[in-house]
């Protein structure tokens, strides 16, 4: 049974960190593109980040650049978004995802085969 769970959001304050894990089971890991997705009340869900197999190619959002980086354990089946300079903006509920696909990255979410559950992130100003 595939399984990602999400874990690490909370409250914290515009400037602050935080890192996010998402635990991975029932599926090989290191052979899924992983990514990133986020979801605020009243917009669409947004993609965040993506990282391949290996984890030497990544991709981000322009909203997040250089703030957030996306890397991934594979030993440990856990893939974590590192979160930096939050701004009220990232305030959404965070989501991973698991494609089975050959590519890089991928940023559209049509093309994750798998999803967590979700974690919410609140940045506060």
């Known amino acids: 049974q595939v399984q990602l769970v999400e874990s690490g959001g909370r409250l914290v304050q515009a400037g602050g960190s935080l890192r996010l894990s998402c635990a991975a089971s029932?599926?090989?890991?290191?052979?899924?593109?992983m990514g990133w997705f986020r979801h605020a009340p009243g917009k669409d869900r947004e993609f965040v980040a993506s990282?391949?197999?290996?984890?030497?190619?990544?991709e981000y959002a322009d909203s997040v650049k250089g703030r957030f980086t996306i890397p991934r354990d594979n030993a440990k089946n856990t893939l974590y978004l590192q979160m930096n300079s939050l701004k009220p903006e990232d305030t959404a509920v965070y989501y991973c995802?698991?494609?089975?696909?050959?590519?890089?990255?991928?940023?559209?979410?049509?093309?994750?085969?798998?999803w967590g559950q979700g974690t919410q992130v609140t940045v506060s100003s």
């Open positions: 995802a698991a494609s089975g696909l050959t590519r890089f990255t991928l940023t559209s979410a049509k093309n994750y085969n798998y």
């Open positions: 029932g599926f090989t890991f290191r052979t899924y593109i």
């Open positions: 990282i391949s197999w290996t984890g030497s190619i990544t």
